[in-house]
């Protein structure tokens, strides 16, 4: 296309545009009234006979009770249901020897102070003390003779007594400062 053909074509569309945005504006505003746009026609304000403030009714709402359940709103499970008057809940009783109570956990005599992540394989390797002696130790590698590392989190580590199955839930703690602070 030659240059005046551009030009040309350009003057239409503004041509065009201007002639749209008239069309909009001058729909929208009201008959006689310019620069006010057009608003809902079917609005009527509402009858007030009294407009005062009706205490009455204000203290009347003050002293209601709600009766109704009271559930937490932000819990998604319905509440339980209510136990019908009159009826008693019964506790089981054990009969015969008391079972024994739970075994406590294991104690490892180490502490979890950090890990670190391999780039190659996206395993974790947690760091531990005990005594002056610093373990690293992959998950699923034993150590101290008898504890398994099995999952390392964020802020934790899942350790297993080897001979007994049982688990414990080993907190990250800061390792104490050595005194050799810069300054």
Do not use: C, W
Request: aromatic share 8%; charged share 20%; no cysteine.
């Amino acid at each position: 296309m030659s240059r005046r053909t551009e030009l040309y074509t350009l003057v239409g569309l503004l041509v065009v545009l201007a002639a749209v945005v008239y069309y909009v504006v001058s729909r929208a505003h009201v008959a006689g009234l310019p620069g006010v746009l057009a608003a809902d026609t079917k609005f009527e304000p509402l009858d007030v006979d009294e407009p005062q403030l009706r205490l009455d009714l204000l203290t009347k709402l003050q002293k209601l009770e709600y009766s109704g359940s009271h559930r937490n709103i932000f819990v998604a499970t319905p509440p339980p249901p209510p136990t019908p008057p009159g009826s008693e809940t019964k506790t089981a009783r054990i009969v015969g020897p008391m079972p024994p109570p739970p075994s406590p956990p294991p104690q490892v005599h180490a502490e979890f102070f950090g890990y670190a992540s391999q780039t190659r394989t996206g395993r974790r390797v947690g760091f531990f003390t005990s005594g002056d002696d610093v373990l690293v130790v992959a998950e699923g590698a034993s150590f101290l003779s008898g504890f398994r590392l099995v999952r390392i989190g964020n802020d934790s580590a899942d350790v297993e007594e080897i001979s007994s199955g049982r688990h414990v839930m080993m907190p990250m703690v800061q390792p104490p400062d050595q005194g050799g602070s810069a300054n």
